[in-house]
């Protein structure tokens, strides 16, 4: 009797398994630490301005805890000889929309409660759902109607995205601020020693322990000055958004060798994209109480469209050019979602800088004093600029959808509809 050939172990679950069941250890762990540390805290004088921030933290951890869940289901099942179809959620745009109807309420309740006792046990609890719900009627808007393929790899996709993604573009962007301060001291140094002088100082300064209100004024005058700003623009608005949209979609990289179709590439970018933007903003957030956490949240909201669009614009990219060789779109598209998100990083940055440095920079640089000035309405436009390409690209896809193949890789079966024949052909 012959036995059956032995079936090949599917490399990609695995290293999908491992990589989720590494982040649901850590992840598990670290919640339980941070909640004990809490609670701790809440006990303990002294440590209650702390409390707010490990709360965040511990529902941070534990919602990337949960959304590992269903990659190691996925992966399981396929490495069983079992793959399992797609867990059909009826009517998710209809939630979603249900889920921003209610948003708004949520904002004003997280805000009356920024000042209370309260703050630092409800409020994290109720970040989730201030930056989560907008992120998801993003997603769910931009993938409207289009095929997102196998579930196993959507929800490995999030994982990637939300364990390695933002750690590989932290290491890098950090690097490059290295790289950046050094060239800047080279320069300072040459062209400008008199300022090299005075950041020497004020870091001497700082380690000498020098009064808070001394060394907020030093440090303006440092970085009131033109060059320095010219620097910080160049490495938040032009270097970090660079390696931010490539990084982003980087776990699209793992299926170029199946040639996903742009549709399909545009559908895994948005979820890199959405992955990335809520991990990102829910750690920005966790330091957030008081009279900032309103415009904290909106402003994360912002920032969550555009990181989906651009994310996803970069997958319809890639997608293009992996599938049907144009690499020019590609091009076009990574110029595109880099022009985009270093705007709306320029305008962000001078809105905050700009006041902090006083009215003297008003005269030394008039061009940025504006932007700061209109920097509301720039950041509200580009918003607008966001939801266009994103409405604009699900529609456009939706067309092309209908002549292209099914899902790639799915493990849910379709039927193909006969194509149409000619009168008188059997």
């Known amino acids: 009797m012959e036995t059956p050939p032995r079936r090949a172990t599917h490399i990609p679950s695995v290293f999908q398994l491992l990589l989720s069941g590494v982040g649901v250890l850590v992840c598990g762990l670290a919640a339980l630490l941070l909640f004990a540390s809490g609670l701790i805290g809440l006990t303990t004088s002294g440590e209650k301005g702390n409390t707010s921030f490990l709360f965040s933290t511990a529902w941070v951890a534990l919602l990337v805890f949960a959304l590992l869940l269903p990659s190691i289901v996925y992966a399981i099942a396929r490495l069983s000889g079992h793959p399992l179809s797609a867990i059909a959620l009826k009517n998710r745009y209809v939630i979603a929309v249900a889920g921003l109807v209610i948003w708004p309420f949520l904002l004003v309740v997280g805000n009356n409660l920024s000042d209370s006792p309260e703050a630092s046990i409800v409020l994290p609890f109720l970040q989730l759902f201030a930056i989560g719900l907008p992120l998801w009627w993003f997603l769910e808007t931009g993938q409207r109607g289009l095929s997102t393929g196998s579930p196993q790899r959507t929800w490995g996709m999030a994982s990637f995205s939300l364990l390695l993604s933002p750690l590989t573009a932290l290491i890098i962007e950090l690097i490059a601020m290295v790289v950046m301060a050094v060239l800047a001291f080279v320069i300072i140094g040459v062209h400008q020693p008199q300022l090299l002088d005075q950041l020497n100082y004020l870091m001497t300064q700082y380690r000498a322990g020098l009064d808070p209100s001394m060394a907020e004024q030093l440090s303006r005058e440092a970085l009131a000055q033109p060059g320095v700003i010219f620097c910080v623009l160049i ?121 902090f440095l006083g009215p003297t920079i008003s005269a030394q640089l008039p061009v940025a004093a504006w932007m700061s000035q209109v920097a509301p309405v720039a950041l509200g436009i580009l918003a607008l600029v966001a939801l266009f390409i994103l409405l604009g690209l699900n529609r456009s896809l939706r067309k092309e959808q209908v002549l292209l193949p099914p899902p790639f890789d799915s493990n849910v079966i379709t039927e193909t509809p006969a194509p149409p024949t000619a009168p008188g052909m059997p």
């Open 235 to 355: 490495l938040f608005s032009g270097i970090a958004p660079m390696i931010e949209e490539l990084i982003k979609p980087l776990a699209l990289w793992v299926i170029a060798i199946r040639k996903p179709t742009p549709a399909q590439g545009f559908v895994c970018g948005l979820i890199c994209g959405a992955a990335f933007a809520l991990l990102e903003s829910l750690g920005i957030a966790s330091s957030s109480t008081g009279d900032a956490w309103l415009l904290n949240m909106l402003q994360r909201s912002g920032t969550g469209l555009l990181h989906i669009t651009t994310c996803g614009l970069m997958g319809w990219g890639l997608a293009s050019a992996w599938s049907q060789q144009k690499y020019l779109r590609s091009g076009l598209a990574f110029c595109g979602a880099v022009l985009l998100h270093g705007t709306w990083n320029a305008f962000g940055l001078l809105m905050g800088f700009i006041p």
